[in-house]
């Protein structure tokens, strides 16, 4: 059974930066396309940032310059590193993983509540 664990979330002010992690339990962790999504109350799930097999990213442009994406393969782990973080990105953070098949999987979220 597959699973996407994401930790990480938690309460920071204004202005600060947190680091999202995603361990998934993927055989060829290296072939799956990686990505993170956020999702606040009543609103549609939207793209956070997404990473490639190849290393590729691609990123909603309001996170251009704050937020970054990056993977370990060795790890089976997917990283977001959020910068500069503001109120209104008060979300839940969710993993995505999908395969060049057409296979995607999510993680159950993770808090991130920006606030002072």
């Known amino acids: 059974q597959v699973q996407l664990v994401e930790s990480g979330g938690g309460l920071v002010q204004p202005g600060g930066s947190l680091r999202l992690s995603c361990a998934a339990s993927?055989?060829?962790?290296?072939?799956?396309?990686m990505g993170w999504y956020r999702q606040a109350p009543g609103k549609q799930r939207e793209l956070v940032e997404t990473?490639?097999?190849?290393?590729?990213?691609n990123y909603a442009d309001s996170m251009k310059g704050r937020f970054t994406i990056s993977r370990d393969n060795a790890k089976n782990t997917v990283y977001l590193q959020m910068n500069s973080l503001e109120p209104e990105e008060t979300d839940v953070y969710y993993c995505?993983?999908?395969?060049?098949?057409?296979?995607?999987?999510w993680g159950q979220g993770t808090q991130l509540t920006v606030s002072s």
């Open positions: 995505n993983a999908h395969s060049p098949y057409g296979v995607a999987y």
């Open positions: 993927l055989s060829i962790f290296s072939v799956w396309s």
């Open positions: 990473i490639t097999s190849g290393g590729s990213t």
